[in-house]
């Protein structure tokens, strides 16, 4: 199979790989990076499990050409906690019990993140359009929902404190 | 044309366990050298939670904090047998199997800090904070840690203890079906209000509203979680979710989450509940399963609610916007206005 | 989320300390930084990908497999086919004394629904195991199949499997799981109203956001290490969620044999298509109630007639119908009961347990039974259900005495809840005790 170079930030750190020529960020990002936080739910692009953040947008995984990130940023779930600290939809999570079986859970948040990062007063509505690509059987949804409005209101009073 | 709302309920009760039992669980406890306790099972945590309500258990049983206590589930090596995570089974039957299980690893821990102390095992208890003492004289007192310690190095005990759970199997009776399919059952009561819109039979969940009776909430919040989670299958059941759409026709089964539908989190009711206890006389602490049974007042109650609205029923699941629509016709084609 | 603490105060322990209080949860912390470990999140040196092949028939029988152009293809292995099966017999129900099997690992003699396991592709790659799949040659002889429970249960409808050589399975000679009690024609013929309705339900999926799979690793001294996600392990880490859909334990046992037989560690996953249409469903069931009613609105007789739809294999099927049996009628006291459960196979995908196992279908249906009664001698029908519940001390229709009841004040507790108005006569009344 041809290989290809790619070349792209992953949670800022600079990554070099050969890959085969056709492999998905999902396939890249699990079978040779190891980061196996983003789960492979349906390699389809219907059930979110695989999203991750890059160049700012949610972006299933899955769907997405190792090769076309060459000169992109990419955030997994691991790069939210920094120095061991939880990013405050992760706090939110724990605190909200707005995970059960967990597998849906990375890709809910990051793709709750990438909402926060452009929208820091969202609506409930804004909430809901952001997680819409992603199933979750287990919970209902309502708590994860709560969780992340709870989380934007804490990055709001976070921010007027260091304000 | 218009949106007619309705509202309709349905009572339901639930078994605990397997049916006809005959499926035991096992738990062995012991402590480490620094007073943790591990507790071994070969049960499986579907995401539900078993874990944490198992060390909540455990923690309860031998008085210590449940931070203190660590749950390794899951391999066929190291644990003891258990048949396995279904049936609303896991909580009851895994946990008397710990209580079990603990009761013993206790005593012996207790038989310890009695020589330690100088003391009758008969007169300590626990103080849930990590401590041994006298009752009535919490001065005269020994950790866990240290009382773990002295079991290790200076008496040569093991703190631990082993558990089983395990109901009778019952068989049935042929000619009359006479059998114990369960020894304790949960129970519910769900009011669903919906939203018909008689144009295109689309139905909306405005509110699902429950009561719940689980013998006893052992962690309330995830007692929540699957009351929340399983109105939301109900729901989902109700309203959307087949692999034959046109059963028995075999014809047009979904493939993805594309073709097969469930709600989003955009078409979420209000959810509000209650939660009663009579706590179950063979339950740990009471508990009964409540896992299982949180999606089947709902549907019902939806359906009732439907026909409150447009009265139309319809007596086949999923209940389809098409259903809908054919019986709100037929009910005009009867009653021309 | 409130507690109504003034249902059965006195039964309750208030000297609990690490119980009855929320903590948080012991995994959580995994879930939220993406640590917790599924079966899948492990890499192995070596890792072999199987593919299925599976039948595109309802119900045929097999002439033929030709594994020559599969095992062409660069990167496969070997294709396992029902011969390399040293025992072709799914064998697990047997801890729940579900017999006889009927089920093989991989089909030999025909294929009884469309799916069905028919060759394994071991290969290097999940795209070559795909490949090779594709190449495996099936000569089928196609058969006539059945697809409703009432029709496979006629006479002359194509005999779906020979392991039981009839289309339902048998409960101690019977046809159905039986249940009796009263006299239930006795019952209806006192009735002031009798009504017979028929419920409805299609397969439902499990849909679990992580599909069924394993991977079987071999470890040095021939024993061999299972990471899987099944529900129940001794029937195999986390799972993204069950449902009841990862209690059959179907990949594991190709898996291990192919492990054995290649000495490599060999990952069967679903596809999200296989989970789908693939996977055992809920099943279906079609649910015939015929009640006797009184027009002071006691039910006299209930009369239930019940069809689960197993599909091709018992699975967890005939379990599931005699739960089902058990929990007819509802938590209702009926002085005349009879029920019929009937497992039936039917050329589909097997069914199998679900959240609510033999439960959630019969709710639906006597629950809205239940709104039709009430509607139909115009009383309220949370009137109807705390008239007609079940108490401590009644005689369920299985012949067991009602312990624990509290039906009623989920009821009550549900009309505070909605502000639905109750009458008082139900207010006063109690699981605990019969009013004189």
């Known amino acids: 199979m041809t290989k290809v170079a790619v070349q792209f930030t992953l949670n800022d750190e600079e990554q070099n790989e050969f890959v085969d020529s056709g492999s998905t960020l999902l396939a890249v990002l699990r079978g040779k990076l190891g980061l196996y936080s983003t789960k492979a739910g349906c390699h389809q692009g219907s059930c979110g499990a695989c999203t991750v953040i890059i160049d700012g947008e949610p972006r299933l995984s899955c769907l997405t050409l190792a090769q076309r990130c060459t000169g992109r940023m990419i955030t997994t779930i691991e790069g939210l906690t920094r120095d061991g600290a939880l990013h405050p939809l992760q706090q939110a999570f724990m605190e909200g019990f707005a995970a059960q079986c967990g597998f849906c859970t990375p890709g809910m948040i990051l793709a709750a993140k990438s909402l926060l990062d452009r929208n820091q007063s969202p609506s409930r509505d804004d909430v809901i359009d952001a997680i819409s690509g992603n199933i979750c059987r287990c919970t209902g949804y309502e708590p994860i929902i709560a969780a992340v409005l709870a989380a934007a209101e804490q990055m709001r009073a976070e921010m007027k404190k260091s304000a | 044309m218009a949106k007619k709302r309705g509202r309709g309920m349905a009572a339901v009760n639930y078994p605990t366990g397997m049916n006809l039992g005959g499926d035991p669980s096992q738990a062995l406890v012991h402590a480490t050298t620094t007073g943790s306790f591990i507790v071994t099972l070969s049960s499986v945590d579907l995401g539900q939670g078993l874990k944490t309500v198992m060390a909540q258990i455990c923690a309860e049983t031998l008085g210590v904090p449940t931070e203190n206590v660590i749950i390794d589930t899951a391999d066929t090596d190291t644990g003891p047998h258990c048949m396995g995570t279904f049936a609303s089974r896991g909580t009851h039957r895994i946990g008397n199997a710990i209580i079990m299980a603990a009761k013993e690893a206790k005593s012996v821990m207790l038989e310890v800090a009695a020589e330690e102390l100088e003391v009758d095992s008969g007169d300590l208890q626990t103080d849930g904070a990590g401590n041994i003492h006298v009752k009535g004289s919490p001065q005269k007192s020994i950790s866990v840690f240290n009382t773990a310690l002295a079991a290790h190095f200076k008496h040569g005990k093991t703190i631990s203890g082993r558990g089983i759970f395990l109901q009778p199997r019952s068989y049935p009776e042929p000619e009359t079906g006479k059998m114990t399919p369960a020894t304790c059952y949960a129970h519910a009561c769900t009011v669903a209000e919906v939203e018909v819109d008689t144009e295109t039979g689309e139905v909306r969940v405005l509110s699902l509203k429950s009561a719940y009776e689980v013998g006893r909430a052992l962690n309330p919040r995830m007692v929540e979680q699957q009351i929340i989670g399983g109105a939301w299958m109900g729901l989902s059941h109700a309203l959307y979710e087949t692999t034959e759409p046109y059963y028995p026709d075999r014809s047009h089964g979904p493939v993805d989450f594309n073709q097969y539908l469930m709600p989003g989190p955009g078409d979420l009711p209000e959810f509000e509940n209650v939660v009663i206890e009579r706590p179950a006389a063979d339950g740990p602490y009471g508990a009964k399963g409540v896992g299982e049974m949180t999606a089947n007042s709902p ?23 098409e259903k809908v629509l054919r019986g709100i016709q037929a009910l005009n084609a009867r009653a021309p206005y | 989320m409130e507690y109504r603490k003034d249902y059965f105060t006195d039964a309750r322990r208030e000297d609990l300390t690490e119980v009855g209080v929320t903590r948080r949860r012991s995994d959580v912390l995994g879930h939220v930084t993406g640590k917790t470990q599924y079966y899948a999140d492990r890499n192995f040196a070596g890792l072999l990908h199987l593919k299925m092949v599976r039948s595109p028939h309802h119900h045929a029988r097999i002439k033929s497999i030709d594994t020559s152009k599969a095992l062409k293809v660069p990167g496969v292995l070997r294709v396992l086919t029902a011969k390399d099966v040293p025992q072709n017999i799914y064998t697990i129900l047997c801890l729940i004394q579900v017999e006889p099997n009927d089920e093989p690992v991989l089909a030999f003699d025909k294929v009884r629904y469309r799916g069905e396991q028919v060759a394994a592709v071991l290969a290097d790659s999940e795209v070559a195991a795909r490949a090779g799949a594709g190449r495996v040659k099936v000569v089928y002889e196609e058969l006539p199949a059945v697809f409703d429970v009432e029709e496979a249960l006629k006479p002359g409808a194509p005999l779906v499997n020979e392991y039981h050589g009839r289309n339902y399975f048998t409960y101690e000679g019977h046809h159905c799981r039986r249940v009796r009690f009263g006299n239930v024609d006795e019952g209806l013929a006192a009735a002031d109203h009798v009504i017979e309705e028929m419920y409805q339900s299609s397969p439902i999926e499990h849909a679990p956001t992580e599909t069924t799979g394993c991977i079987v690793v071999p470890d040095q001294n021939d024993r061999y290490t299972c990471y899987s996600n099944t529900q129940a392990l001794y029937f195999t880490l986390a799972v993204g969620g069950g449902f009841g859909g990862k209690v059959d334990v179907i990949t594991e046992p190709i898996a291990f044999l192919s492990a054995m037989l290649t000495k490599r560690p060999v990952k069967y996953e679903y596809t999200r298509e296989e989970e789908m249409q693939v996977s055992s469903p809920r099943a279906a069931e079609r649910i015939y109630i015929k009640d006797g009613l009184s027009r002071d609105g006691r039910i006299l007789a209930r009369k239930v007639r019940l069809y689960v739809d197993a599909g091709a294999y018992s699975r967890h099927s005939p379990y599931g119908t005699t739960k089902a049996a058990a929990h007819m009628p509802g938590p209702y006291t009926i002085p005349h009961v009879s029920v019929d459960c009937h497992c039936v196979y039917t050329n589909r995908t097997p ?86």
């Not at chain 3, 809205?368 to 519940?389: C, H, S, T, Y």
């Not at chain 3, 001390?393 to 039906?407: N, P, R, S």
């Open chain 2, 299 to 321: 549907i019902p109650a939806i359906a009732n609610a439907i026909f409150d609205a447009v009265g139309v029923r319809v007596d086949s699941l999923p209940i389809t916007p």
């Open chain 3, 351 to 436: 069914s199998s347990a679900m959240r609510g196992f033999g439960v959630t279908i019969g709710d639906f249906a006597l629950e809205v039974q239940m709104d039709k009664l009430a509607r139909l001698i115009g009383m309220d029908p949370m009137e109807f259900r705390i008239l007609n519940a079940y108490r401590d001390g009644d005689m369920k229709a299985h012949h067991k005495q009602v312990e624990g009841a509290a039906l009623i004040e989920c009821v009550k507790a549900a009309s505070d809840l909605a502000h639905w108005p109750l009458a008082e006569r139900c207010k006063a009344m109690s699981s605990e005790k019969r009013e004189a």
